[in-house]
């Protein structure tokens, strides 16, 4: 039996939010990300800002870093990013950069602020307005998923959380 596109999109977003929960887990940040290819997983990160003292090793672009490596091309075209939160203003900028065609993510922007990562600041100051400028039609979709909140609910509960 083959998958839809919904079903496949879901087991990726799914498998974002699993990989975030184990970034907290071992002492990183409650973000995940994955660029795919054709059913092939080019690249996973989680979230190291912390782990790696860099404010640019967030998910995303740890993921796009990897796409790129392993295909010898630093234009992703035909790939898609899976994020198990919305993309800040770097990684999305990241993502346009790479020429990524859809980005996919699970947890909305609000979902970080209630864990007390609030790019909003940023946002107001690049783009005027919280929400990312107009992409074209489907390059930007959210997904809701049942557990889309756990890594940030990881977050919140570890005691030894270090915060940026």
């Not at 990160?45 to 967030?58: E, F, I, S, W």
Request: aromatic share 8%; with cysteine; glycine share 8%.
């Amino acid at each position: 039996m083959q998958l839809s596109n919904t079903q496949r999109d879901r087991e990726y977003l799914q498998q974002c939010i699993d990989h975030a929960v184990a970034a907290v887990a071992s002492g990183g940040g409650p973000f995940a990300a994955m660029i795919v290819r054709n059913g092939e997983v080019l690249g996973k990160a989680g979230n190291c800002v912390t782990l790696d003292n860099d404010p640019t090793a967030h998910a995303e672009v740890g993921a796009i870093r990897q796409a790129a490596a392993r295909i010898g091309d630093p234009h992703l075209f035909d790939c898609v990013l899976y994020a198990s939160c919305e993309p800040c203003p770097m990684c999305l900028a990241a993502s346009l950069w790479a020429h990524l065609p859809r980005i996919v993510y699970a947890a909305p922007h609000t979902e970080a602020v209630r864990a007390g990562f609030d790019d909003t600041a940023f946002a107001l100051q690049l783009f005027g307005q919280v929400t990312a400028v107009a992409l074209p039609a489907g390059q930007l979709q959210q997904i809701a998923m049942p557990q889309a909140g756990a890594p940030f609910d990881a977050w919140l509960a570890k005691g030894d959380r270090q915060a940026y």
